[in-house]
């Protein structure tokens, strides 16, 4: 009986040592995943949500780390390389979301709205951005954020093996597609807003030449600001469904680069 015990103590501790490989990797990620990693939720709420996602993903990669806890070697290179693809995966669909930020702050300057931050924000951002980045939230929770976010962790195990540090070659290719595809959709919502500042300054500077005397700027500031408000009315709605097709397609295969 003594014998058996000792085999059960062996085997839970080969497999608390294998969950705990899986909780590198999923904290790592909750850390900086968009709604569960945002600095306003509590610490303790996002170690209970990291641990129950690792309770999801475990069954189902068990084979893919439990060879690692055979020896101190290999779990001690585990923790590392765990780590880094969790923050890998949980930075990707961040960026995503920070395309928000970026369409809502190049929105504020073309409309002269960029001095009005967002009371509600823990970072300092413009209003308008802090709304972009609010409805974006709302609406990748309402995707099934949690659910993607279990199959992105237990697929990730075969694009990013457990155990193995990733070539810096195709990290760098893999980051730098997703941050030109960011960048890119981040001008493309904010592209009617630019181009209807370029409008306004540009009449503006005809005006002037025309009528040098008039203050043309305590004239205009209104109403670029007025405009600025109706546009953001009118493309809203418009702009968040463009941003929620990109985000639906990422969550449906992360991996991909060109």
Sequence with gaps: MTESLAELLELSQAGLLAAFLVFLRVGAMMAVVPAFGEKSIPERVRLVLAIAFTAIVFPAVVPEVQHLTASPQSLARAVATEVIS????????????MVLQIA????AQSTSLSQIFGGGAVEAQPAIGHLFFV?????????GLHVRIAEILILSYRYFPAGQFLPPQDVMMWGVDHISKAFALSFSLAAPFVIASLIYNVALGVINRAMPSLMVAFVGAPA??????????????????IWQ????????NP???R
């Design 104 to 107: 809502g702050t190049m929105v």
């Design 255 to 257: 991996f991909e680069a």
């Design 245 to 252: 097709a990109g985000f639906a397609q990422l969550l449906l």
């Design 135 to 143: 409805a974006g939230l709302a609406l990748a929770v309402m995707l």
């Design 86 to 97: 969790g923050l890998l995966l949980g930075l990707i669909l961040r960026l995503f979301v």
């Design 224 to 241: 670029i600001t007025l405009g600025g408000l109706l546009l953001l009315f009118a493309t809203t709605p418009i702009l968040l469904e």
